[in-house]
């Protein structure tokens, strides 16, 4: 193979060490395999039909990424990126999922139906409506407390653990745990009425 | 900001004080801090909450068991009718818009592919919409190459769910990624052939607007034809698409969310900005580098980095992987590689063209030597070929890479001058010492100095400005990207009793020093004989035999000049030919002769500057300067000037072809004679040979302007105008604009019949120096065609008097001929006998033997023998070893003059021998005449039919005669011999042929009342 000549090596520290424009240069890329693995996870027929986005988010980064590059220190960085899309990816999925419960769409007349998220979400006991729940709850708790839905959006839809979320925010691993707690604490009082829970 | 209220900061700040607390501890901690009631209420609602939560937001909030239950309903079971019309036979395949099964229309009785979408696509109608569009548009795709989309269909099924599908045509076979993984890379001929079919595929679809977004050796089909021939088909068209909702989050990375596949990638999906035709094209050069190489470009241990060296790195190169490759290749694929996409091949087409260069010399092998002919040619105005600056176009043939074999040193070597390091701080060796230095290694074949249009050509590819540095590391990646062997560096530094001057020799592949040789220079001596010393030892130490090196030993200071300054304004002028053309390059080449008197080579430049712009005569006289001097120059440089002399002063083409064949003899590597043995071919009709020769000369030199405006006009005129569009097409990309190619350009868009494009060009001449006078000039013939006569001398005059404002008084008096000439065939005598006049009282233009031509046809054509006998005796005596003017023009004056006195069978006679170079493309405006006056001098003695076959053969070479009056006036002749030959009902269609080319023709164009009349009594 050719060596990689100084420009990639450039460019390597750089991503190493957190550069955010060389990251987001390369998030479509990593948007498009991280959507292309969801929706084979999606189609795969499993044993505990379960999504983990924590095994989601590595695979993809060992993909894209490779184990042979240690210098990749900055993981946590490209984890928390792969979060925010993670939480587009799977409330995208919950739209679609909700629609085709619902057999929206007349192929011959072909228009467009409104949009699901735009009516009011009906309380079903169901997960599609639930994680979209969650996902509007989370938008509410950004504009009183936008830490707070980075930490929930890194856990949570990106699987991060603590310590990782701690070292992309800059702060405590002890803070992105309380943190973590109201914030759960938080959308768990906004939603505990709308869901039957168990 | 974390927190957008101070109730929420300071329930934020008890919440996190408590969390650590006992929860019984918790109360009197809270009362204590006199937390006001409504705080204190929220601040217990989430403690409580924060206990019960349990499992919220764990993994299994995320999705759980209903998440695959869309999967259930995609596996479609044999025997299934779908839409009660499809039946199910088996399971094909799994992509990424859903599975592929084959089926049986039950309807249309074939077997098709169906492709069920993915539910998440279906069953969404914001995503359905988006679908439908591309499959609208996909179904209009039609080619062999591309895998036909017939329609979509649902089928509902109550148990399962709706299903949506496509119906496609049924393929089978193996992928290009199954083919190159199960026997490795494609033989070149194979990968030229179903690369081709996959570019026109491709073609074929951007021309519907679709983009494949997602073209990779997966998505195309090797199929078997019946015929044991393989075809490339394209799978999936338009198919990879996000399928994104956009629901308005607030995420901004995923700007357009093309889904490709990252290995394929273009560099803009990977940003995920907007996606064009380029972009498919780019993913093209991808396919194609992996089919020829049977690996992927920009490889790398993961995909991201391999996203990352295609947003950085520069295009790779086929050959530096497999050694033994075209190296049309690394021109091909790097092309589509570029990163920015306005800098990419722009079409499909162009990527087929390039390909089909490589395929011709594939089946042809190099060109071979021409043969001295008997037959010969000469130069033109209107429509020329020119001749190349030979000087500058020295490329090579790649034949021994230098580190191979240490013991044979090889018989070539390729090499790169990289820009003299000056540490004197005197600019004057700036310039010229490259200049000089190329003199002197130029003559030897041993050596040859890659030309400066390839390394402008690499320094684009290589990002950098045209007239960027030639540093030495740059000047190795230039070498290493065209192959070469060696960069060579000349040094010159202060010393204290004056220089020193040197040369570095590196290695190209490594970049390791190979020799040095050096030489002080004493104040008083001069740094050009150093050089020269240095220059020759240089040669020893690169392994030049020693035999070659006696035979090849002009010193430097006889073969150009002892002066430098004469030296730097002929270097000026040789940089400002290559980059801004002829007219730029004039002064400098003038400059250098006034300089030094005795500067052979400037004197030959500047003859072949002044022939290139239509200035024979001065052309003339330069080149016998030249020609005097021959014995001053080195090898190299005397074939260079007795060729120009043959070609431009005497007009000995069997001697000019002789001189060709000894310098490829003597410099087979050189590209110097390709494109003039070419023109020697054209004027003889010899379309495809020089067509070849031209294509080599690109091939070798791309970048080369006169070959794209040459091979261009030789396309058009048989009548090829997509090869043309393409070659013209590649000239633009290269920012090639010379009067020859804008001249094409309008020519291209005259055959076509676009006037918007004339018009445009028209309008744009100016910006080029020396293209507005010339295509004022086309549109005056275009004009005088049409009947519109008036306008014709107008815009003739205005044409001449451009050239006269700068100085240029030939071309100015060529333009007032020209005119002449096309009023007096059309007719309109006594303007041409006026303007044929004034031209003769041009006293400059007197001397020029085109103007003379012209002006002599004008009289002939006119019916004033007298005139036009004087100048025929005038032009016989001043070229009599001419042999166009001897064998071809003085026939065709005799015959018209004949004709015009009635005597048909005598203009029949003088015609003798002429069609030999009647479909020649020669100066000045050479236009079937032959042909022509035969139709005339047949109608004339009542031989009807044969006369009709002449002005057919005229009618059938549309693209060489394009818009002069014989194109049309052929159109007559047709008619009249029709009417003599008492085929009235095809006479009458050939009369309304030509009244709608006369359809705005001027009231007064008398030739138009005239067939109106024939036309009337027609029985």
Not at chain 1, 91 to 119: I, Y
Not at chain 1, 178 to 190: D, K
Request: contains cysteine.
């Amino acid at each position: 193979m050719e060596s990689a000549p100084n420009e990639v090596t450039a460019l390597l520290m750089r991503l190493s060490s957190g550069d955010k424009s060389i990251i987001e240069r390369i998030m479509p890329l990593v948007y498009a395999e991280l959507h292309r693995r969801a929706n084979q996870y999606m189609r795969q027929e499993r044993a505990d039909h379960t999504l983990q986005p924590t095994a989601l988010v590595h695979e993809v980064y060992l993909k894209l990424v490779q184990q042979r590059e240690p210098t990749f220190r900055n993981r946590a960085h490209f984890y928390a990126i792969s979060a925010q899309l993670m939480r587009r990816i799977l409330t995208d999925h919950a739209r679609a999922r909700l629609a085709t419960k619902r057999g929206s769409g007349n192929l011959e007349q072909g228009q467009d139906e409104a949009q699901p998220d735009a009516e009011p979400l009906q309380l079903r006991d169901d997960q599609p409506v639930r994680l979209l729940a969650i996902n509007d709850a989370l938008h509410d708790l950004a504009l009183l407390d936008s830490r707070q839905e980075k930490v929930v959006e890194m856990r949570f839809f990106g699987g991060l653990t603590a310590e990782e979320t701690a070292e992309v925010l800059g702060v405590s691993t002890r803070t992105v745990e309380r943190e973590w707690s109201m914030a759960r604490a938080w959308l768990y009082t906004r939603l505990k009425t709308r869901f039957n829970q168990a | 900001m974390e927190s957008s209220s101070p109730e929420w900061g300071q329930v934020k700040a008890l919440f996190h004080s408590v969390l650590d607390m006992e929860p019984s501890a918790r109360p009197e901690f809270l009362d204590r801090q006199c937390v006001p009631p409504e705080l204190r209420a929220n601040l217990e609602d989430l403690l409580r909450a924060h206990e019960e939560a349990g499992s919220f937001l764990s993994a299994a909030d995320l999705f759980a068991a209903d998440l695959d239950t869309a999967s259930a309903a995609s596996r479609i079971q044999p025997g299934t009718l779908l839409a009660e019309r499809f039946k199910v036979i088996r399971f094909c395949a799994r992509g990424g818009m859903g599975e592929v099964y084959e089926a049986e229309d039950l309807e249309l009785r074939m077997r098709v592919a169906i492709k069920a979408i993915r539910p998440e696509i279906a069953n969404y109608s914001g995503m359905l919409m988006r679908f439908k569009r591309e499959v609208h548009l996909a179904k209009q795709v039609t080619h062999p190459n591309a895998c036909r989309i017939f329609d979509i269909f649902r089928h509902h099924d109550p148990a399962v769910g709706d299903v949506v599908f496509l119906s496609m045509e049924l393929l089978s076979g193996q992928t290009l990624a199954e083919r190159i993984r199960l026997q490795g890379r494609l033989p070149e001929e194979e990968a030229i052939i179903l690369l081709a079919q996959v570019a026109s595929a491709l073609d074929a679809a951007h021309a519907a607007g679709i983009l494949h977004r997602d073209l990779k050796p997966g998505n195309i089909l090797l199929e078997t034809g019946r015929d044991g021939k393989m075809r490339a088909v394209i799978t999936d068209f338009g198919m990879a698409w996000s399928g994104d909702s956009s629901s308005g989050n607030a995420f901004s990375v995923s700007r357009q969310l093309a889904f490709g596949t990252p290995e394929f990638m273009s560099p803009e999906q990977i940003e995920g900005r907007e996606l064009t035709p380029a972009s498919d094209i780019y993913c093209l050069g991808l396919v194609a580098y992996m089919a020829i190489t049977g690996l992927r470009a920009f490889d790398a241990d993961s995909q991201l980095f391999s996203a990352l060296r295609r947003l950085i790195e520069p295009p790779p190169l086929p050959t530096r992987v497999l050694s033994g490759l075209d190296p049309g290749w690394d021109r091909l694929i790097s092309r589509c590689l570029e990163r920015d996409p306005a800098r990419r091949l722009n079409s499909a087409t162009g990527f087929a063209a390039l390909l089909a260069e490589m395929e011709s010399r594939k089946r042809t092998g190099p060109p071979a030597l021409p043969l001295a002919s008997s037959r010969r040619g000469f130069f033109h105005v209107r429509r020329r070929l020119w001749l190349a600056f030979a000087a500058v176009v020295v490329a090579a043939l790649v034949l021994i890479f230098f580190r191979r074999d240490r013991h044979a040193p090889p018989a070539n070597l390729n090499l790169v001058l990289a820009d003299f390091v000056n540490t004197t701080g005197e600019a004057a060796f700036d310039n010229a010492l490259n200049v000089a230095l190329t003199a002197k290694l130029q003559q030897t074949p041993f050596l040859t100095v890659m030309p400066e249009q390839k390394i402008r050509l690499a320094l684009r590819y290589m990002r950098l400005s045209e007239q960027a540095r030639l540093t030495r590391h740059v000047a190795l990646e230039v070498c290493q990207r065209e192959v070469g062997q060696v960069v060579l560096q000349g040094f010159i530094a202060n010393t204290s009793t004056g220089y020193n001057i040197g040369l570095r020799a590196f290695e190209c592949a490594s970049g390791r020093l190979l020799a040095v040789q050096q030489a002080p220079v004493d104040f008083r001596d001069p740094v050009l004989d150093a050089l020269d010393h240095v220059a020759q030892a240089m040669r020893v130490s690169l392994g030049e035999s020693s035999e070659s090196i006696r035979r090849y030993d002009v010193p430097l200071v006889e073969a150009t000049t002892p002066s430098l300054e004469a030296i730097t304004a002929f270097a000026q002028g040789t940089q400002a030919w290559n980059e801004k053309g002829e007219a730029a390059a004039l002064p400098y080449f003038l400059r250098a002769t006034q300089i030094d008197p005795n500067f052979a080579m400037a004197y030959a430049r500047l003859g072949t500057v002044y022939g290139n712009m239509g200035a024979p005569r001065r052309a003339e006289q330069a080149l016998q300067q030249a020609f005097d001097r021959r014995d001053r120059v080195t090898e190299w440089e005397r074939y260079y000037i007795v060729s120009h002399y043959y070609g431009f002063v005497t007009g000995q083409v069997n001697q000019e072809m002789a001189t060709y064949q000894q310098w490829a003899t003597a410099y087979p590597h050189d590209m110097a004679w390709t494109v003039n043995l070419s023109v020697d071919y054209a004027f003889t009709g010899q379309y495809e040979k020089a067509i070849e020769l031209q294509r080599r000369a690109i091939r070798e030199t791309p970048g080369l302007s006169p070959s794209y405006g040459n091979l261009a006009q030789l396309f058009l005129a048989i009548d090829r105008p997509d090869e043309a569009r393409s070659v013209l097409d590649q000239a633009s990309q290269l920012n090639l604009h010379d009067v020859n190619i804008q001249l094409d350009e309008y020519e291209l868009a005259f055959y076509l019949e676009d006037p918007q494009a004339m018009s445009r060009l028209l309008a744009a001449a100016d910006q080029f120096p020396g293209v507005e006078d010339t295509l004022l000039a086309q549109q005056a013939a275009t004009f005088d065609r049409a009947g519109r006569l008036a306008q014709g001398r107008e815009c003739a005059a205005k044409a001449a008097s451009i050239a006269r404002r700068v100085g240029d008084t030939e071309t100015s008096a060529n333009w007032l001929a020209g005119e002449a000439v096309r009023q007096a065939e059309m007719g309109e005598s006594a303007s041409a006998r006026r303007l044929a006049t004034l031209v003769l009282s041009t006293p400059a233009a007197a001397q020029g033997s085109d103007a003379q031509l012209l002006t002599a046809l004008a009289f002939a054509y006119s019916g004033d023998a007298e005139h036009a006998q004087t100048l025929m005796r005038q032009l016989s005596a001043a070229h009599p070893l001419d042999t166009l003017i001897q064998s071809y023009w003085m026939p065709i004056l005799r015959a018209r003059i004949a004709y015009a006195s009635g005597h048909y069978a005598a203009a029949i006679d003088a015609l003798q021998g002429t069609d030999a170079y009647d479909l020649g493309i020669f100066t000045p405006g050479q236009c079937m005449d032959s042909a022509y006056l035969h139709g005339q001098a047949l109608l004339g003695e009542h031989q009807p039919i044969a006369a009709a076959a002449s002005f057919r053969r005229i009618l059938a070479h549309r693209g060489l005669v394009l818009n002069c009056p014989i194109s049309a006036l052929a159109i007559l002749g047709l008619a009249r011999s029709l009417a003599q030959a008492g085929d009235a009902a095809s006479a009458r269609t050939a009369y309304q042929d030509i009244f709608a080319v006369w359809k705005d023709a001027d009231q007064t164009f008398p030739l138009f009342h005239q067939a109106q009349t024939e036309y009337r009594a027609l029985p």
